[in-house]
């Protein structure tokens, strides 16, 4: 027992800390670039730190299938064939169009998704040492973005601070956006006190305004009434007053804006008039002209690096007709039955906010801003699996699937007639 006990630390051990470098890491250092408090000794961090620990993170993968086999799902099964897919794909075209630049690329981004599925899969998110660490890195973040925000708006190389080796490596405002974005949906789906996720929802929603990250911002304001009603135990009230919120908020609005700092987060008010949403409404049309001219199989890597389309259409371009069908069932239909038998059955369940949360915020994502390469996936696939071993054979099985205590505390209460002479 002690043994196991041991390995299971140690697993956990490398995991968190796989976490807490690849997010909350990832934003301190690029704040230490961006400062000029130290140069770019792992280059862009992110790459380099994935690579460092793909193979500790496979090796826990496989010997927890190989001590519970339960722990392998369909999810993983159809998960390892889109990876398979999308690597033939890739190496396919890299073979014969030369697209080794892009196909690099995305053998890397692979590595990420398969990172992220393992993370989110095994990692004890309810573990409190685990909560009390990811609060404390949501609020370093936050602190970092409102100490070093200029006129309300968080950038560090506007500052150039940044050392001539750095500059090139520094994270933009989306890459900041990401290290919060995952690190509040690891903590957040298992935080039960309200106030402490209220708290969280309100310095989240500031440190994302003043990042300037738009598609982020949208993502977890969407996700908040997600949350909240489902761990809502007066679900009728909780509407009531967030329809009476909406009526303040309204009546309210042009104030609140006057309020506000200068933000792109406010050209989402006035879309026509944002350079970035025009500019990626050119790249989706450029997209779409590839669909009509290879509409089964698709036009791989047929852009300029950094030049695809940021929606799930990018899928349709590099994979094909197939590789978009399947990975929109590979997110979507997975959380139907989810939705339908734990979202209004008047329990909470952790793991289920985590899968159903991210799935949310995955998929919106997808919509409209993220390429489908986007690491959120293996962390919503992977936030699937871990759902699914809980509910069947965790501590988030439902009362009705468990075996029922007997109410004799000895066989022979049960039935009397054991071990004595029959009449």
């Known amino acids: 027992m002690k043994r196991f006990v041991s390995r299971t630390r140690i697993e956990q051990t490398i995991l968190g800390t796989a976490f807490f470098l690849l997010f909350p890491g990832f934003f301190y250092y690029h704040t230490l670039l961006g400062i000029g408090a130290s140069g770019a000794f792992l280059g862009g961090f992110f790459s380099p730190v994935s690579?460092?620990?793909?193979?500790?993170?496979?090796?826990?993968?496989?010997?927890?299938?190989?001590?519970?086999?339960?722990?392998?799902?369909?999810?993983?099964?159809?998960?390892?064939?889109?990876?398979?897919?999308?690597?033939?794909?890739?190496?396919?075209?890299?073979?014969?169009?030369g697209g080794l630049q892009t196909a690099s690329k995305h053998f890397l981004e692979m590595l990420f998704l398969v990172n992220m599925y393992v993370m989110f899969n095994f990692i004890d998110f309810a573990n409190p040492r685990f909560r009390l660490?990811?609060?404390?890195?949501?609020?370093?973040?936050?602190?970092?973005?409102?100490?070093?925000?200029?006129?309300?708006?968080?950038?560090?190389?506007a500052e150039g601070l940044a050392k001539d080796s750095a500059a090139d490596s520094l994270a933009t405002y989306q890459g900041f956006a990401r290290s919060y974005l995952v690190t509040y949906m690891a903590v957040i789906a298992y935080t039960r006190s309200l106030a402490l996720r209220w708290l969280l929802h309100l310095s989240g929603a500031a440190t994302l305004f003043i990042n300037t990250a738009r598609s982020e911002f949208v993502a977890l304001l969407f996700v908040v009434p997600i949350i909240e009603f489902y761990y809502s135990r007066h679900k009728m009230v909780f509407v009531l007053l967030g329809m009476l919120a909406l009526g303040v908020g309204s009546l309210y609005f042009d104030q609140v804006l006057a309020a506000l700092p200068n933000s792109r987060i406010l050209e989402l008010l006035d879309l026509s008039q944002s350079t970035s949403a025009i500019k990626r409404h050119h790249l989706t049309e450029n997209a779409?002209?590839?669909?009509?001219?290879?509409?089964?199989?698709?036009?791989?890597?047929?852009?300029?690096?950094?030049?695809?389309?940021?929606?799930?259409?990018?899928?349709?371009?590099?994979?094909?007709?197939?590789?978009?069908?399947?990975?929109?069932?590979?997110?979507?239909?997975?959380?139907?039955?989810?939705?339908?038998?734990?979202?209004?059955?008047?329990?909470?369940?952790?793991?289920?906010?985590?899968?159903?949360?991210?799935?949310?915020?995955?998929?919106?994502?997808?919509?409209?801003?993220?390429?489908?390469?986007?690491?959120?996936?293996?962390?919503?696939?992977?936030?699937?699996?871990?759902y699914l071993y809980e509910r069947r054979y965790g501590q988030d099985r439902p009362s009705h699937l468990r075996t029922s205590a007997s109410p004799y505390p000895h066989l022979r209460q049960a039935v009397p007639h054991l071990g004595g002479m029959r009449p």
């Open 51 to 97: 690579v460092l620990f793909a193979l500790p993170i496979a090796l826990i993968y496989l010997v927890r299938l190989r001590r519970d086999p339960r722990h392998l799902s369909f999810v993983d099964v159809y998960f390892g064939m889109y990876l398979a897919y999308f690597a033939l794909v890739a190496a396919l075209h890299a073979m014969l169009d």
């Open 133 to 157: 660490i990811g609060v404390a890195a949501l609020a370093a973040m936050s602190a970092i973005v409102f100490a070093y925000s200029i006129d309300g708006v968080f950038y560090l190389g």
């Open 288 to 386: 779409l002209q590839s669909i009509r001219a290879h509409p089964l199989m698709g036009d791989y890597g047929s852009y300029e690096p950094g030049y695809y389309s940021h929606n799930i259409l990018s899928a349709w371009v590099d994979l094909g007709l197939f590789g978009l069908i399947y990975l929109s069932a590979l997110l979507v239909l997975p959380v139907i039955p989810m939705f339908l038998r734990e979202y209004f059955a008047g329990r909470r369940c952790a793991s289920f906010m985590l899968g159903f949360g991210l799935a949310g915020v995955t998929v919106l994502l997808l919509l409209t801003s993220h390429y489908f390469t986007d690491m959120l996936i293996g962390a919503t696939l992977g936030a699937y699996s871990k």
